[in-house]
């Protein structure tokens, strides 16, 4: 029995922990012993179906209280599970049902598990040949014993960020779950006795479904799960269960800490709620802006939420999860570099003076991973140096399972390149500047997105993180870039033009180029991922 299983359902017939779920109308708390118990019936209604060792089966399903046991009951039929991304209401139904089709055939699913709010999808599916199976079928089975599993069989693929047109999953073995899991329980100090996890983060996503569902599963902590939906109908929710269940952990992209900060300045009394037993808020998934975690400090003050539980962090779903945590306690440390010198001689000399950029460290690789940042000819640079950053341990995945098959993801020595341009500070810790395919190029200088962005965002009418910076002219000798915001105003001629003469002259002051165009789109317009990651690339058309 690989290890991750063998001490998945060890923990689950020796905890007291478990999971609540139905928040915020019907909360209920299962304990992992019930999963575990329903994961058997559901392990039978897969063997029943044919599913056994090795093969894919995709899962479309809302609520974490069904993923658990579906999941665990995949894992003890030794196959893997897929986590289909889900419709929103802002999807296009006909390209996503198209995208879906295109994931189930390129990890040769060999049924698809699905589940409410998403029940109108199985007739769809059925009539493509699909084999189409219900939760609530595979619970009406009886309880089988689980088959003999290995460190090196995959247990989840996980669709990219960019997984649309061209999709792309991660092999995530049983043995990368628990090198990882076992360096993210060193790296937060985690105390399997007190603390208690609180999270809506989305099973589709590679923090939501790894380190926020399946991590807390395989070592048996409390966790308390629900949904992403849940969250965007009430931002609050997330105060309101940290409140009640005295959650000491959480996590979300920065963007999420965003709205939170807002909500609990506009529509929060101070002390409606204690957030005071929370010491771990992980912020990851996209760049840290500490403007954004500087006002989530400022703004969660008056409910007792501690400036230094706010824990910056690095990873991504090739390293399984996790790449390096901030120190505990340490809260947000900010690197405050010359501005000029990092963008034309991609050096990150600290400065306090002049034009500068303040960067987030986002603390030393986890136990068992190594970093390393190699220029364009890769060779390693030394601290401060600015270029891409590769990762090399027991949790980086082996590859990729994609339309065209099997892609290794590392190099001949082990190490994989993350595509992220950053840098080590003489300390060792990881520091990101941006993604190297969203850098703009002008007259030699590197000019990031995520400035041009913050920027944008200052602006009075700019809603929230949806302010997109589109490169152009990729590769000439010019290139340039545009912008483009969602605003609530965009029917109003007058205020789409005061918009766009902020807008530009944010920008100019922040970079010191001028976008070729500013675009004002109305909410809802800007592409993005799943997760609430900006989709660069998609929004070219935006902007032409």
Known sequence: MSRFTETMYSNALSSNKGMVTGEPGAPVRHSWAQVHERARRVAGGLAAAGIGPGDSVAVLAGAPVEIAPTAQGIWM?????????QPTPRTDLVRWAEETTAVIDMISAKAVVVSDPFMAAAPVLSGLGMTVLTIESLLGNDPIEPLE????????????????????AVQITHANIVANAEAMVIGCDFDLETDVIVSWLPCFHDMGMTGYLTVPMYIGAELVKVTPMDFLRDTLLWAKLIDKYKGTMTAAPNFAYNLFAKRLSRQATPGEFDLSSLRWALSGAEQVDP???????VAGAPFGLKPEAIIPAYGMAETTVAVSFSECGGGMVVDEVDADLLSVLHRAVPAT????RRLVSLGKPLQ????????????????????VIEVRGEPVTRGYTTVAGFIPAQDERGWYDTGDLGYLTETGEVVVCGRLKDVIIM????IYPTDIERAAGRVDGVRPGCAVAVRLDAGLSRETFAVAVECKDFADPAQVRRVERQVAHEVFAEVDVRPRNVV????????????????RAHALSLVD
């Open 77 to 85: 039929r030794g196959a893997s599970a897929t986590m289909v991304h």
């Open 368 to 387: 068992g991973l190594e970093v390393r940042i190699v220029d364009e000819d890769g060779s390693v640079l030394s601290a401060r140096g600015v270029g």
């Open 149 to 168: 599993t290995f460190d090196h069989d995959v247990a989840l693929m996980q669709l990219t960020s960019g997984s649309t047109g061209s999709p792309k």
């Open 520 to 535: 004002v789109l109305e909410p809802g317009m800007i592409p993005k991922t799943p997760s609430g990651k900006l989709r």
């Open 291 to 297: 403007l954004d975690v500087e006002d989530l400090c």
């Open 353 to 356: 003076r002049g034009n500068t």
């Open 443 to 446: 007259a030699g200088r590197n």
